[in-house]
């Protein structure tokens, strides 16, 4: 399915959000930013490599960053992105499954995913997995579409994403993966707000918080690996 999405992936992810998904990670780069003494970092479920590529405008091109998604197809837009904007050297896209990652323990300084953490089928493993490489002292982000709590957004938002934003995407796409009918069944039934929060601590992140953006369409949780 991703792999069939991939061609027009970014340009649907801009234009269903009417452009807001990039202050979201505007958002997160801001919240959980790089440090030039503590070494790379890593995203993970990347996909084309938009938060990746963000985070090496943000980090000055002066930091090493791994790029990894588990769908080829997906890696090869983010590399020629990257090759546009003049950051092969800097950002290596790789191959790997959100929960076995091929990299080594305490290795980076900040683990993140945006969008990519309810995709990935046991969500513990995934979290234990971005916990274990991250260096002690380290953050761990995860940005994720979460359900508004508010009426009226949480009314209108629910309906828009079950009855409108499948048919655009679907429209748009023209396939028949139902590709944009997964979108809202996945956010729906993941982990949201505290229950998300709990399972971050269990693989063993501290400091815990997360930060609802736009109303709760979006939210950004943060966790901290503990210097042992």
């Known amino acids: 399915m991703f792999g069939e999405i991939a061609p027009r992936y970014d340009f649907l992810n801009h234009a269903l959000s009417m452009n807001v998904d990039r202050y979201w990670r505007w958002r997160t780069v801001r919240r959980v930013p790089p440090l030039d003494d503590r070494g790379p970092l890593l995203d993970v479920c990347t996909g084309t490599g938009d938060l990746a590529l963000a985070y090496d405008r943000a980090a000055g091109g002066k930091l090493p960053i791994v790029a990894a998604d588990f769908c080829h197809e997906m890696l090869t837009l983010g590399r020629a992105k990257s090759e546009r904007r003049g950051s092969t050297e800097r950002v290596a896209f790789i191959e790997g499954d959100a929960e ?23 969500t513990d493993r995934g979290l234990a997995e971005m916990t274990r490489v991250c260096q002690p002292g380290g953050k761990v982000a995860v940005l994720e579409f979460t359900t508004p709590r508010r009426n009226p957004m949480k009314a209108f938002y629910s309906w828009y994403f079950r009855n409108v934003l499948p048919r655009i995407g679907q429209w748009l796409m023209k ?38 953006m736009t109303f709760g369409i979006a939210t950004l949780y943060v966790g901290e690996k503990p210097i042992s």
């Open 100 to 122: 076995q990652l091929p990299l080594a323990d305490d290795q980076f300084q900040i683990v993140s995913v945006a969008f990519g953490l309810r995709n990935v089928a046991d």
């Open 175 to 212: 396939n028949n993966s139902a590709a944009y009918e997964y979108l809202p069944e996945s956010v729906g039934g993941f982990l949201q707000y505290e229950a998300l929060t709990e399972r971050m601590e269990a693989a063993g992140l501290a400091k815990v918080q997360f930060y609802p």
